[in-house]
Nanobody
Framework: QVQLVESGGGLVQTGGSLRLSCAAS????????EAWYRQAPGKQREFVAQ???????TYADSVKGRFTISRDNAKNLVDLQMNSLRPEDTAVYYC????????WGQGTQVTVSS
């Protein structure tokens, strides 16, 4: 059974930093593409960042230069380092893994106060 468990969310002031982690189990992690998405209240879920099995990264324009996605294949972890946070980054952040099928985590809340 595939499980993705996010952690690291919380409340932070504008300009602050948070680091989200996603622990994966039940998949061949090193072969997967991992991504982070987010969903703000009243809005659709949107792409944030992705890292392929080979380590190539892609970012949404809104987070480029502020967020960094990374993975540790030995620990089955994918992290999202978020710096220079803004109130518009407030959302539930979801981990997503794709290896054949796609799998979602349960989400972690990030709130940025102004």
């Amino acid at each position: 059974q595939v499980q993705l468990v996010e952690s690291g969310g919380g409340l932070v002031q504008t300009g602050g930093s948070l680091r989200l982690s996603c622990a994966a189990s039940g998949i061949i992690f090193r072969g997967s593409t991992e991504a982070w998405y987010r969903q703000a209240p009243g809005k659709q879920r949107e792409f944030v960042a992705q890292i392929t099995s080979g380590g190539s990264t892609t970012y949404a324009d809104s987070v480029k230069g502020r967020f960094t996605i990374s993975r540790d294949n030995a620990k089955n972890l994918v992290d999202l380092q978020m710096n220079s946070l803004r109130p518009e980054d407030t959302a539930v952040y979801y981990c997503y893994a794709r290896i054949g099928a796609g799998y979602w985590g349960q989400g972690t809340q990030v709130t940025v106060s102004s």
